[in-house]
């Protein structure tokens, strides 16, 4: 089992940052890819940002191309998004999720709350 736990979340005003951190246990030398979702009140939930294990390899959504940054360390079985130049339209809750080689998201952390004033 593998089980994934967030933090970093809460309120800040746009244009600030904030750094979410993902802390992974349990069967984690199975895992491929770690990934950043989130969703927003009344809206689906939207793939942010993922980095594969070994390569370091990463991917973002363009809504978040430039501002936001995905890194992981690997000795602390950690994955972190920083978050920059925030918008009000970023807020949401974000979930940490992870996945196994050619596999879809099965793994889930309980989410984190990201809410930006303008």
């Known amino acids: 089992q593998v089980q994934l736990v967030e933090s970093g979340g809460g309120l800040v005003q746009a244009g600030d940052s904030l750094r979410l951190s993902c802390v992974v246990s349990g069967y984690t030398f199975s895992m491929y890819a770690m990934g950043w979702f989130r969703q927003a009140p009344g809206k689906e939930r939207e793939f942010v940002a993922d980095?594969?294990?070994?390569?370091?390899?990463?991917n973002s959504a363009d809504s978040v191309k430039g501002r936001f940054t995905i890194s992981k360390d690997n000795a602390k079985n950690t994955v972190y998004l920083q978050m920059n130049s925030l918008k009000p339209e970023d807020t949401a809750v974000y979930y940490c999720?992870?996945?196994?080689?050619?596999?879809?998201?099965?793994?889930w952390g309980q989410g984190t709350q990201v809410t930006v004033s303008s």
């Open positions: 980095i594969t294990w070994s390569s370091g390899r990463t």
């Open positions: 999720a992870a996945r196994r080689r050619n596999s879809q998201y099965d793994y």
